[in-house]
């Protein structure tokens, strides 16, 4: 792995402010001089990092406007929405703002350039300055001194969007390194719902990925994130994300993993307010020598709240698993109640799960577990459902659909759902014929 890109700043606009350029300085710096993982470090425990490259990936001149148009006409996931981004390679193909009636609300949603320029003290404010813990500092700079690409989201007090905002990110070129970066701020009472979409054009465009989310929930505030990810499988993939509660907010993320060759997945969530409620949902299918690295960070720093981790990941062939949670308590934060749990269900005896679930509490009056469990396939099911003519990858595929449902119907959207279950589908039939 290189501990620098060639230029990776060559498409950054000189015209930004002096705040930016020094967050991009410090950014760069912390790319370069900061030391790649190896496998030694605990917050990289069972990665392959020997694996891991990020050579010769770098930023790419915006594609012609016939792949733009293209892959806009393929970002119809979500049909029924307040407002849609779409880009590609980091650059921008189509950009639907919200109704003119959210907008004298107070409602902004812009790309991340124009808010820039348009709302600097906002941006300013929250833009970059929540990085990560979990070990992908140095990734997370490289990020900061080189994003271009996603939109700003604010949400004044009290104001409601009843269809979600709706952002794609695509890769077209040949090793493309992208940074898409989302940032959702809901005010006070808030509500609005959120869905980032990872594509490849093919199968066959190689790519890095460095994206960034923060979520900031204000009190009572309602914010609800459905991530899908499904890049091509010579992709590499980091994906940053915080979420940041106040008192009474209610926060609900949903991560759906299908795509890249090795992805890691680094979640904090941050409880600052009493009676917060934050809930987190995984699923994954990982296949062939497909690797994914999920670490979470749930940390509670305010009283009567509470946190609910569900990572489920279903393994064939030679795939392997990481998951490393943590759940913290601080002095102060009692009567909290804090759970987490990974399910692992393993198609392939060749398939490796590996969990390491953690508490920290310093609080005495409080309900807080966490759990790991990895389980093989029911052979005699699996054999059932073959001896009546059902292909063996066929009727794995139908035992996935099962164990994955109870985070599924969580998505409260039937079209989101359905099409999710085509994506796990179509990773299936690739396999079956």
Known sequence: MTTTLENPTATISAQEPTW??????????????????????????????????????????TPATTTLDALTERSVLVTARA??????????????????????????????AEAIEQHPELMEQYFLQESTELGSKKFFGL?????????LLYVPKGVQIANPIVNYYWTSAERAAVFPHTLIIAEDNAN???????????????????????????????????????????????QLDTIVAERDAQVKNIAVNIGAQRARFESQTRIEGAGADVKMYSLTVAEETQEFDQ???????????????????????NSRTIFSGLIKVAEGAQQTDAYQTNRNLLLDPTAEANALPGLEILANDVRCSHGATTGNVDQAELFYMMQRGIPRRVAMQLMVFGFFEEVIEKIESDELADNLRQLIHKKFDAKIA
């Open 143 to 151: 990020h900061a001194a080189t994003v271009k690409a996603g939109t």
């Open 20 to 61: 930016l350029a020094k967050r991009r300085a410090a950014g760069l710096d912390q790319f370069n001089n900061l030391p790649l993982p190896t496998a030694r470090d605990e917050a990289w425990r069972f990665a392959s990092v020997g694996k891991l490259s990020i050579d010769d990936f770098n930023p790419v001149e």
């Open 295 to 317: 670490r979470t960070f749930q940390t509670h720093n305010a009283p009567n709240a509470v946190s609910d981790l569900l990572y489920k990941n279903a393994l064939l062939d």
């Open 83 to 112: 407002g849609r981004a779409v880009f590609v390679d980091d650059a921008p193909a189509r950009f639907e703002g919200v109704s003119a009636e959210l907008i004298a609300q107070g409602v902004i949603y812009l790309p991340i």
């Open 192 to 238: 609005v719902s959120v869905v980032d979409l990872f594509f490849s054009e093919t199968e066959a465009n190689e790519a890095l990925n460095v994206s960034v989310s923060n979520i900031h929930a204000g009190a009572g505030a309602h914010v609800f994130r459905k991530i899908v990810q499904d890049w091509n499988e010579k992709t590499v993939s980091f």
